[in-house]
């Protein structure tokens, strides 16, 4: 009934289009649970008696202990730029997100360079103080190291959510509570962190599952994982129903999470409260409190990404510059296909956000769960789960043509539909959050009074709210071309023919342990995300600054 | 009769009950009619039903003499020639004041838009604002051009949700005579809502009072 | 309105990509290769043949996968992967044809090809184990069975096993000794190993020149790509390092990384003449040498630097063993806990 009066209310063409797109992700995932009914593959039994304890333990401490650190290390960055003002604070509100440009497999390859045996410190010990120490003090490729990797290269997101949560909290807040006398790590431990445990959590949460999903740093490491499971299972054992098996339960673990995330949260969701508040004022550090903050805040940026920079460009260096041309061609393939996708997902993602807009907050709930359902799926499923829709699809225009002579000619798999496809799959979750929360932003009544002034559902949009949007979808589509260009194993499965990006060049080179042909790539890589989030951020402080004025 | 409602009942959510219940309202053209309440009453929900923001569960509206909501039939919000100003005014904030006061009369002629345009910001004294933005207006300057593109269209019924909420005491008497002026001027049917009684009587206006 | 007729733009748009244009002459590779010397020979290729070649670069496994998927409709007409073992595994998958044709058998010796010509090798490579020099007499090194023994205690370095080059070489062991003295010798390795299996081939090699351990287990090319590195302290450890073939009635396990003409491929002629091509002696000596390998056509000397190595007696049997014993080594290490 409430669906029904929701509709009426709405627009048919918006609804028919959401349920197309809708159904068009789903797709691709029941292709693959469905191979959960049949009988248990051949291997099953010997990946549970054998591997499964491991696997389980690996994941579990390293998306625990990964999500754990980048939740106090993001947190806690994101109260000291919030809360404090010292130089270097103004570029450190943005250069904290840079670690994000740095794929975690580009990361992983680039520490363990670096400390390894014929690395420039090891090397450098040796040759000029004679020095050869223990190889376990520099081992990194182990478990610690892998949980380094992601802590530092995917703390951002945690730093991101907490920073804007922290932005919108009243300044009375602060002050009253120093007013009774309480210190500031006591303010920060009991205050802040339960204030801003929905948006901690949010974001580590996110880091999870990127934890979880990451095929390239766990690889690399040789550390067992569920990801690397499936892999071996599928690829290497050809069994597909066992890999099945192993990613429904890695997804059972990723709803625990998020059932555990909703349970931290307390149920409560952030309020977009308005501009009356008066924002958190910062306040001048001095003395060795100012050099601490300073020494942290810069000490994180050097490690998550001034350090692999600087090493990448010196193994560029070392690799006598490589083939500029190739590195442009690739630059470019990797430049129109993430910025063709993030238009594309973006489209889709706004149809459906819209229409959640429209709908009951049941209905509106379900489109966000659906629509993070790819984020949750380790990537490899999500692949084959896309190349049997396509491929089914090619039947089907097959079969028109044949059967009824209708000229189509259309071949779906094997072309860049098919990634793209891959992408939306994968990345509608982040781009329907993007518009949600822009949504949320905006409210309700400009739309309604676009409403009474006589405009339908579909004008209203085009001409009230998609010029609103303008932020949320500058955000949004520079959120998933970042994902995209650092996108692994997606690309390497679907590519079409003569089809190189980035990051898959950088991966092959790379695993090839041609680390410095690796470089160029990875250096442009880095680029690329880099000047993203220098649009992302400073296109928001432009906004917040005429908003001010 | 200009706006005519007969055993209005709604919810928003069905375990939360009838936020408005067996209502019924006539209202006569020209009248200026206020509803009074306190918050959680139901009054600006009335409002939003005779918008057509929302269906009723049950009940029947009718505006000018034509069914608006009701007997299974249900008119979308943009058909329904109602005007309402919101409690925060939703001016679009990548409109001009000009666009803003334009964007309900655009099947007009250019010429006679800008004309139409020209008049409504005469009648709520904010002549020369046509390039100005909404954030670089004043609240109640605001709600005046909020006002002067609710009436653009020109509307049979005129919606007034919380006109004086957000105002401090000072301007508050201003805001009060200049908006009694306008609606009075331009003769359209008016209900507002508002938790002061004060407000109705200023805008001599016929209280209903809702509980 | 005007909606609907954009998004049938967009739509109509999207569709159009799908649509691949198919040039006249052409054949589409799916290969794991991906040295920039090999678009040479490719390149080369269609110079002399005017076939177009279309490149589609992968994992291995995932493009087997990939194909078995695609089946009937597979636009892929040639499978290139870098074991044995794997080619074996896309016959099993029904995805590859048996090709014979007199050139092929005559540049490709017989125990490096399908026995039933599914498959064909390319490229050669042994898995060796390396010493340091300073520590270890040569002399003391007796093949991979000697490796268990207690002389080795704490000093063997080798990778995961998930590493289908350990898989190979487990699975060469089953089908030599059979799959009892392969379980108890992956024992014997287990308990010797210097640390828990990490890292590529390279990072062992590293790790016996750091002292972590005395001998290791590796890929040949590995080798030649440090001794090329750009890196000096790489080439250092290259230097720092012999190399032992072992040698007595089984030899030294090879592999290879060849190629198969795929079952339903839709440019099979053209597929044949590519596989031809690379395994003639114009194309090999590049081929190989691209990845520090050895060239499987014997009218092809190997490398200088190959050779420098001195000659080896490869294990005799048939490559196609490698295959059918993977899954019973795949087993093993998992119960032995090599991980």
């Known amino acids: 009934m409430q669906l029904l009066k929701k509709i009426k209310q709405g627009s048919p063409g918006w609804f028919l289009l959401t349920a197309g797109i809708i159904l068009l992700l789903l797709i691709p995932n029941l292709n693959i649970i469905i191979n959960l009914f049949g009988k248990a593959g051949e291997n099953w039994e010997h990946v549970r008696d054998y591997l499964l304890i491991n696997y389980f333990q690996n994941s579990l401490i390293l998306v625990l202990a990964s999500g754990l650190l980048a939740a106090f290390l993001g947190a806690g960055l994101a109260w000291i730029i919030a809360a404090y003002d010292f130089p270097g604070r103004n570029f450190l509100s943005w250069g904290l997100i840079l670690p994000l440009a740095i794929p975690p497999y580009i990361g992983a390859y680039v520490y363990q360079g670096m400390f390894s045996y014929t690395g420039p410190l090891q090397t450098f010990l040796r040759n000029d103080f004679q020095l050869q120490l223990s190889q376990q003090y520099f081992d990194f490729m182990n478990i610690r190291g892998a949980i380094f990797i992601y802590t530092i290269f995917l703390f951002p997101y945690v730093f991101l959510m907490t920073k804007a949560f922290l932005s919108r909290q009243s300044a009375s807040l602060l002050e009253s509570s120093r007013l009774l006398g309480k210190n500031d790590s006591t303010i920060f431990f009991k205050i802040i962190l339960p204030l801003s445990r929905g948006a901690v959590v949010a974001g580590s949460s996110l880091v999870m599952m990127e934890v979880l999903n990451d095929y390239g740093v766990v690889k690399y490491f040789g550390i067992s994982t569920f990801t690397t499971a499936i892999f071996k299972t599928w690829f290497g054992m050809g069994d597909l129903a066992t890999a099945v098996r192993l990613a429904v339960m890695a997804m059972l673990v990723i709803f625990v999470l998020l059932f555990l995330e909703k349970l931290l949260r307390g149920g409560r969701k952030y309020s977009y409260s308005t501009s009356n508040i008066r924002p958190l004022s910062r306040r001048k550090l001095k003395g060795s409190k100012k050099v601490l903050a300073q020494f942290f805040c810069y000490g994180v940026f050097f490690f998550g990404f001034l350090l692999p920079t600087i090493q990448l460009l010196y193994w560029s260096f070392l690799s006598r510059g490589g083939e500029l041309l190739g590195t442009l061609n690739f630059a470019l393939t990797s430049f129109l296909t993430g910025g063709g996708a993030a238009v594309l997902i973006l489209t889709g993602a706004v149809i459906v956000a819209t229409t959640a807009r429209m709908s009951s907050s049941f209905i509106s709930n379900l489109l966000a769960r659906i629509t993070i359902l790819g984020y949750s799926i380790p990537g490899a499923v999500i692949a084959v789960g896309v190349l049997l829709f396509m491929l089914q699809l090619d039947q089907i225009f097959l079969f028109l043509q044949t059967g ?9 798999s094997s072309t860049l539909v098919m990634l793209i496809f891959a992408y939306a799959v994968r990345f509608m979750g982040i781009a329907f959050n993007s518009v949600n929360s822009g949504y949320q932003k905006i409210g309700e009544s400009y739309f309604e009074a676009s409403r009474t002034l006589g405009k339908g559902v579909t004008e209203t949009f085009f001409k009230i709210d998609l010029p609103m949007l303008k932020p949320a979808l500058m955000s949004g589509f520079l959120l998933i071309f970042i994902e995209i260009m650092k996108e692994l194993p997606l690309t390497m499965i679907l590519r079409p023919f003569n089809f190189d990006t980035l990051a898959t060049k950088a991966f092959e080179y790379a695993s090839d342990e041609m680390i410095y042909r690796a470089a160029d790539l990875s250096l442009v890589l880095i680029f690329f995300s880099t000047a993203a989030i220098y649009l992302i951020t400073h296109h928001r402080r432009r906004k917040n600054n005429a908003v001010e004025n | 009769m200009q706006l005519k409602i007969d055993n209005l009942t709604f919810a928003y ?16 053209k020209g009248e200026v009619v206020a509803l009074v309440g306190v918050s959680g009453s139901g009054k600006s929900t009335v409002l939003r039903l005779t918008a057509g923001l929302e269906i009723p569960d049950s009940g ?18 943009e058909k329904r020639k109602v005007g309402m100003v919101f409690q925060d005014y939703a001016l679009f904030p990548h409109l001009s004041v000009e666009k803003n006061i334009a964007f309900g009369i655009d099947h007009l002629s250019k010429a006679n838009r800008k004309a139409r345009v020209r008049r409504l910001l005469e009648l709520v004294n904010l002549e020369g604002f046509e390039k100005r933005y909404p954030h670089q207006l004043s609240g109640g300057q605001q709600q005046r051009i909020a006002l002067a593109r609710t009436l653009a269209p020109g509307p049979e019924l005129l919606l007034l949700d919380e006109p004086f909420s957000n105002l401090d005491a000072e301007l508050k008497d201003k805001i009060r005579r200049d908006l009694n002026e306008i609606i009075k001027d331009v003769g359209v049917t008016t209900i507002l809502v508002s938790h002061d009684r004060e407000d109705a009587e200023f805008m001599q206006a016929r209280e209903v009072l809702m509980s | 309105m005007r909606k609907l007729i954009v998004l049938t733009v967009l739509i109509g748009l999207v569709f159009s990509l799908g649509t691949s244009v198919l040039a006249a002459e052409e054949v589409n590779l799916y290969t794991n290769r991906h040295y920039d010397t090999d678009e040479e020979i490719l390149d080369r290729f269609t110079e002399e043949t005017g076939i177009e070649v279309n490149v589609l670069k992968g994992d291995s496994d995932q493009l087997i996968e990939r194909i078995a998927r695609e089946g009937e409709n597979t636009p892929a007409d040639l499978l290139i992967t870098a074991d044995a073992g794997r080619l074996h595994r896309a016959k099993t998958r029904g995805i590859l044809q048996s090709v014979k044709t007199e050139t092929l058998t005559q540049n490709v010796p017989v125990n490096l090809k399908d026995q039933d010509n599914y498959w064909y090798g390319l490229t050669m490579r042994g898995r060796v184990i390396v010493y340091a020099k300073d520590r270890v007499d040569p002399s003391d090194l007796a093949g991979y069975a000697d490796l268990t023994s207690d002389q080795w205690q704490d000093e063997i370095l ?72 750009d890196n000096p302290a790489e080439v250092e450890v290259a230097k720092s390092l012999g190399i032992h073939f072992p040698e007595g009635k089984y030899g030294t396990h090879v592999n290879v990384s060849g190629a198969g003409v795929t079952k339903y491929a839709p440019n099979k002629k053209n597929a044949v003449k590519l596989l031809e091509y690379l395994s003639s002696a114009s194309a090999q000596k590049y081929f190989a040498s691209a990845n520090y390998e050895y060239p499987v056509n014997p009218d092809v000397e190997a490398s200088e630097l190959l050779q420098s190595w001195g000659d080896f007696k490869a294990q005799g049997i048939n490559l196609t063993e490698l295959g059918v014993h993977n899954e019973a080594a795949v087993k093993i290490f998992n119960r032995v806990g090599w991980q």
């Open chain 2, 60 to 77: 029947k509206i009718s505006i000018a003499g034509q069914t608006a909501a009701g007997d299974h039939k249900f008119k979308a919000a």
């Open chain 1, 404 to 412: 009824f002579g209708i000229e189509i000619n259309l071949v779906l």
């Open chain 3, 158 to 229: 080798v990778r995961s096993s998930a590493n289908i080059y350990n898989q190979s070489l487990l699975a060469s062991l089953v089908s030599i000794y059979g799959e009892k003295w392969a379980e108890e010798w992956a024992a014997g390795i287990v308990d010797n190993m210097a640390r828990k299996p990490q890292g590529n081939d390279r990072a062992q090699a590293t790790a016996v020149a750091a002292g972590e351990g005395d001998l290791a287990i590796i890929n040949t090319y590995y080798l030649g790509k440090m001794i090329n590195s």
């Open chain 2, 13 to 28: 959510n069905k375990k939360e009950g009838n936020i408005v219940e067996n209502f019924n309202l006539e209202v006569q």
